[in-house]
């Protein structure tokens, strides 16, 4: 199976091994589904956030040791007899089989999998290995987006998304980067303790605790977050800088993802708006999109914008929704499922200072997932934003939830996504193509001084 690389927040527990769009029984309402064979589950459309599970090597996916949680996930039955595990193994199985967007399951013999995890069960296994077992059933659909959550993992998920969970760690979002055996920050968290060490976005960590970060295969060996009150010492490394040592106090953190955001000026004068919107998996983000675009445009108004999606792992329909609907208005597409029927992304558009008709600039890259890839597309494709970067790698696809009566959670891949303007585009194979190719930079290796691709952004500003 591909792994795309994906964004880790060292605060987090939960993850999975792909980015991809969902929408979460809590966190918008249920849309109408589509009439077609009964699920055994309860469906309901759902959100996506990179959680933090590390890909294994082997099918089984597991949960990374190093981020601890400070909350207590709510406690929920689990399957512990051989007829429990049975009933929810079938409901699972039948789910897939009734609704994954792609009737041939990708190639996969359905029928065949029943009957070896039918066997397996039969065998006896506990409820950690029942889990495993699920997990590595849905994983062998091999689509980059579907995947399965226990009940441990879809409570704290939603405590994650409604900002009630706080976390010990430093107040960092970070990128691996193990190829030059790093992470590069992406974010830093208003007001954490890796604030006010003097950390910021681009920089790059080479070393926690004098220790590598990365083992041989890449694999995050060694973490910031840890319990509450103790210390980890990192080495950085700033752009133009000399690296040092830092020793930082990790706390309980605010989860919620801040928007930076920079009035810069063009070569001709021109105020452009710059947002760097690394997710739709906060439900607040769109209220700090627009709080920026209000601060951007007071004294004076601005004369463009650029929305940064380069390192955008997506998130929940209705966030992005509310994001879009700055800069655009209308029937973005449809969304269509394994039976043809359509369910329409219409976006109520709301001015802010003149967002609605700025000219835009979306920067997009291979770290561009789900609903930002969704999102820059139906941009480019309604005529709205010109885009620059990188082909995204094609991540596009609907996850829907089902959740179970354990608490456990099937996200699966529901739904495939047709632009308005351009039926033709499939975006899942071909990823959102740029206007304009721009040469890739590592995150960890530019500023917004030395960014070719806002250099580019500016010439195309002043001649417009």
């Known amino acids: 199976m591909k792994i795309k690389p994906f964004l880790v927040a060292l605060l987090i527990i939960l993850c999975s091994t792909l980015a991809c769009q969902l929408q979460l029984p809590f966190a918008s309402p249920t849309p109408t589904a589509s009439p077609s064979p009964s699920a055994t589950a309860t469906e309901t459309a759902i959100p996506t956030r990179t959680p933090t599970i590390t890909p294994s090597p082997t099918p089984t996916i597991t949960l990374t040791p190093t981020d601890t949680p400070t909350i207590t996930p709510t406690a929920t039955p689990v399957p512990t007899t051989l007829p429990e595990q049975v009933t929810l193994f ?3 199985w039948s789910t897939v089989k009734n609704k994954y967007v792609y009737p041939n399951f990708n190639g996969l013999d359905w029928e065949a999998v029943h ?5 397996r069960l039969t065998i006896g296994v506990g409820p950690k290995q029942f889990y495993e077992l699920m997990k590595e059933m849905v994983y062998r659909l091999n689509d980059d987006h579907s995947n399965y959550w226990t009940p441990a993992e879809f409570e704290a998920e939603k405590k994650i998304y409604s900002g ?3 976390y010990a760690g430093i107040g960092i979002f970070t990128m691996p980067d193990p190829e030059n055996d790093r992470l590069s920050v992406i974010l830093v968290f208003r007001n954490s303790p890796a604030e006010k ?3 910021q976005p681009h920089d790059n960590i080479t070393a926690i605790n004098g220790e590598p970060i990365f083992d041989e295969q890449g694999n995050i060996i060694n973490s910031i977050s840890g319990p509450e009150g103790t210390y980890v010492t990192v080495t950085v490394q700033g752009q133009g800088k000399p690296a040092y040592l830092v020793a930082i106090q990790r706390q309980k953190l605010d989860m919620r993802m801040p928007v930076p955001h920079q009035v810069l000026m063009t070569p001709g004068g021109k105020r ?6 690394a997710g739709f998996n906060d439900e607040y983000v769109d209220n700090r999109v627009g709080k920026a675009l209000e601060e951007m445009s007071s004294p004076q108004s601005l004369d463009g914008i650029i929305l940064d999606f380069r390192v955008n792992m997506g998130g929940e329909q209705s966030v992005t929704s509310s994001v879009l609907s700055y800069f655009t208005n209308g029937n973005m597409g449809y969304f269509v499922d394994r039976y043809n029927h359509k369910r329409q992304w219409v976006i109520n558009g709301v001015d802010k200072f003149g967002s609605q ?12 997932y789900s609903f930002g890839e969704l999102s820059a597309g139906v941009l480019k494709d309604r005529g709205r934003a010109y885009l620059m970067g990188e082909t995204t790698d094609g991540n596009v696809e609907l996850l829907w939830g089902y959740p179970f009566k354990d608490g456990s959670l099937l996200l699966l891949a529901h739904e495939k996504f047709i632009p308005y303007y351009h039926p033709d585009w499939d975006w899942e194979k071909s990823g959102v193509i740029p206007d304009i190719d721009i040469p890739p930079s590592d995150w960890g290796d530019i500023t917004l001084s030395n960014d070719l691709a806002l250099e580019v952004a500016y010439v195309y500003f002043d001649t417009h």
Do not use: C, F, H
């Open 272 to 277: 452009i708006g710059y947002l760097l919107v």
């Open 164 to 166: 009630s969970a706080n």
């Open 197 to 199: 060490a003097g950390l």
């Open 90 to 92: 079938e409901q699972i």
């Open 115 to 119: 009957r070896e995890m039918s066997a």
């Open 357 to 368: 008709y700025k000219p835009l600039v979306v920067l997009v890259g291979k770290d561009t």
